[in-house]
């Protein structure tokens, strides 16, 4: 047991099985990520308390790269330390990275396959339930005063109709927090771990080799150009780009299809669709991009180094932030101005999260989605002729199954896949 009676600590091969259980059924995004590992590692397995949670998924809001990948290798590293981080992070990734490799495979070959679309169509619905879902679980914990709704409510608005940079976002509700901030009577979470800047420089030139030297490496070796055009490219990005996959696509999508010739408009909307309907983080749509990049310069072989290259730069920094910033997370909690930055972040999130939510909504229930700015304000205007009625229905009878008889969410997704493939390659 921990120090808290209420939590426990599990054995590595019992958290083994859930970090696996997790990336696995990892889909729908961040939200919905975080949704589940709230339920697998708060609810149900009690390994962190509330507050555990909420001050590392704040803390790793505040990073570049994917955090709901950065939140499960938190959790990992606080129980069993580096080894435990390194296995919930990897099982985070890989199981999304072996299906994304497979699929990109088969449509550099052959192209867009029917039945691999038809499944994901229903999959991609039930998504939208998953989402739901966590938006209404991720408010309930953190919207607890009328400003964290004020918070919310102007995150969402400043992402959805300003386009307000995300950095921003996160940056004023830091601000904010950080100057209003009052002394609270709750319980704080003790730190569990010593704080050592010698232990974290060290943590970061480690960490800095491992994600460097086998770019210099491919220089060095004389690798095809591609691999090391890749390499310091998603190198790039994984450092300015805070806000997850959707912030990843903004700095993106303009490189890859104009800049640099390496996937069509269409060829990085299909990448898109591959990482929303497959398990992991959406961020792993970096990896498509590096196939289908590789393979139109070398074929299969160079694709599938192309494909690791762009995931080894968009990942293992991931780790460099969490090993160097994990044991600072439990004492800025406890620190009251950086505990109400870290608070108005939270409730920031659910405003984050929400627009996250009806974005993906739009581009799933309807097949054209406009961007229309008028003056300073932006809007997602669909046509309503272009509804997917087939979708419409999938995500009604998910969200009656799951809301009304609280389905698991694999069986859901099962059911919706297998369904969706089938009336849409008879009927659609």
């Not at 608005?157 to 921003?168: A, D, N, R, T």
């Not at 901030?181 to 704080?195: L, N, Y």
């Not at 299809?257 to 990448?271: G, H, K, P």
């Not at 929303?276 to 792993?284: A, F, K, N, Q, S």
């Amino acid at each position: 047991m921990s120090s808290d009676s209420n939590l426990c600590t599990p054995s590595l091969s019992q958290a083994t099985r859930i970090w696996w259980k997790i990336g696995v059924l990892s889909f729908g995004g961040p939200a919905a990520q975080i949704s589940l590992m709230h339920r697998e590692i708060v609810d149900e397995n009690k390994w962190l308390c509330e507050k555990q949670f909420l001050n590392a998924l704040s803390f790793c809001m505040l990073l570049p790269g994917p955090e709901a990948m950065q939140l499960a290798t938190y959790a990992g590293w606080r129980l069993h330390g580096v080894i435990g981080g390194l296995i919930a992070g990897l099982l985070f990734v890989l199981p999304g990275a072996f299906i994304i490799m497979l699929l990109a495979c088969i449509y550099a070959l052959y192209g867009n396959v029917a039945l691999v679309s038809a499944l994901f169509y229903g999959i991609k619905a039930a998504v939208l339930v998953i989402v739901m879902e966590a938006l209404i679980k991720v408010s309930k914990r953190a919207l607890h005063q009328n400003v964290h709704w004020v918070i919310a409510a102007l995150a969402f608005i400043g992402l959805f109709f300003l386009s307000v940079p995300y950095p921003m976002i996160i940056l004023s509700a830091a601000i904010y927090g950080f100057f209003t901030s009052q002394k609270s009577k709750e319980c704080v979470v003790a730190p569990t771990h010593s704080i050592s800047i010698t232990q974290t420089l060290k943590t970061v030139f480690i960490w800095l080799v491992i994600w460097l030297l086998p770019l210099w490496m491919l220089s060095l070796l004389g690798a095809p150009l591609i691999l090391t055009d890749i390499g310091r490219f998603f190198s790039t990005l994984a450092v300015v780009t805070f806000g997850g996959a959707y912030a990843v696509l903004a700095y993106m999508a303009q490189d890859v299809v104009t800049q640099f010739n390496w996937l069509t408009a269409i060829e990085m909307i299909d990448a898109l669709g591959l990482a929303e309907t497959t398990p992991g983080p959406l961020i792993l749509v970096t990896q498509f991009v590096g196939f289908l990049s590789g393979f139109k310069e070398g074929g299969i072989w160079l694709g599938i180094l192309a494909a690791i290259t762009a995931l080894w730069v968009t990942f293992v920094p991931c780790f460099l932030w969490i090993f160097a910033g994990a044991p600072y997370i439990e004492w800025i909690s406890n620190q009251p101005r950086l505990k109400g930055a870290l608070t108005a972040i939270t409730a920031a999130v659910v405003g984050v999260i929400l627009n996250l939510s009806i974005w993906f909504a739009l581009h799933v229930l309807f097949a054209d989605v406009e961007q229309t700015n008028f003056g300073i304000l932006t809007f997602w205007l669909p046509s309503l002729a272009s509804i997917e009625v087939l979708a419409l229905a999938l995500f009604v009878l998910s969200a009656f199954l799951a809301f009304k008889y609280h389905w698991n969410l694999l069986k859901i997704l099962a059911l919706v896949a297998i369904l969706g493939a089938l009336l849409r390659l008879v009927f659609f």
